[in-house]
């Protein structure tokens, strides 16, 4: 699993509600929920990010609230990986959750800059910053985090699962 894309870049203790501001939890559909994505934080992130687009953060992203509102908002606005120093643990596990995947790695958060061009292999957990031909070693997702990932989130892991017992 590879990802690449141009990367956005925050800093520590990103919270779930700087994420996604609680006025928009009253919904959990995910294409309104990627339209206030990181607003508090950044206003015109929803309209610069692309699909594919890489998020960068510092150490604690998601720290705060336990809500999967918050990695579902950053899915649906067309990320396709996040970088961070650290991730609250609660937020990990909600974005594994939800098939969001995200990878730590200190050396190349401070390797990468706004708007640099960066691949994420998670297979071999190698980060590459193609804009400054840099390359950072982060430990990889381990096979079964893997295949959560690649059926897009932990439910529709099951529902295969269930369909090879059936």
Same mark, same amino acid.
């Given at each position: 699993?590879?990802?690449?894309?141009?990367?956005?870049?925050?800093?520590?203790?990103?919270?779930?509600?700087?994420?996604?501001?609680?006025?928009?939890?009253?919904?959990?559909?995910?294409?309104?929920?990627?339209?206030?994505?990181?607003?508090?934080?950044?206003?015109? @992130?929803?309209?610069?990010?692309?699909?594919?687009?890489?998020?960068?953060?510092?150490?604690?992203?998601?720290?705060?609230?336990?809500?999967?509102?918050?990695?579902?908002?950053?899915?649906?606005?067309?990320?396709?990986?996040?970088?961070?120093?650290?991730?609250?643990?609660?937020?990990?596990?909600?974005?594994?959750?939800?098939?969001?995947?995200?990878v730590e790695?200190e050396e190349?958060?401070?390797?990468?800059?706004?708007?640099?061009?960066?691949?994420?292999?998670?297979?071999?957990?190698?980060?590459?910053?193609?804009?400054?031909?840099?390359?950072?070693?982060?430990?990889?997702?381990?096979? @079964?985090?893997?295949?959560?990932?690649?059926?897009?989130?932990?439910?529709?892991?099951?529902?295969?699962?269930?369909?090879?017992?059936?």
């Amino acid at each position: 699993m590879i990802f690449k894309g141009k990367a956005h870049k925050y800093y520590d203790n990103i919270d779930t509600d700087v994420i996604i501001p609680a006025r928009y939890l009253n919904t959990s559909d995910p294409n309104e929920l990627a339209k206030h994505c990181l607003e508090d934080l950044d206003k015109e @992130f929803v309209n610069k990010v692309q699909k594919g687009d890489i998020l960068v953060a510092g150490k604690n992203f998601g720290c705060g609230s336990s809500r999967e509102h918050a990695p579902i908002a950053i899915k649906a606005c067309g990320v396709s990986c996040v970088v961070a120093k650290s991730f609250a643990r609660i937020f990990y596990r909600n974005a594994i959750n939800i098939g969001l995947p995200i990878v730590e790695c200190e050396e190349a958060v401070d390797g990468i800059e706004a708007g640099d061009e960066v691949e994420v292999d998670l297979v071999n957990g190698i980060i590459k910053n193609l804009t400054k031909g840099k390359e950072f070693k982060a430990k990889p997702f381990p096979e @079964f985090m893997q295949n959560i990932m690649k059926a897009g989130g932990l439910i529709e892991f099951v529902k295969g699962e269930l369909k090879k017992d059936a």
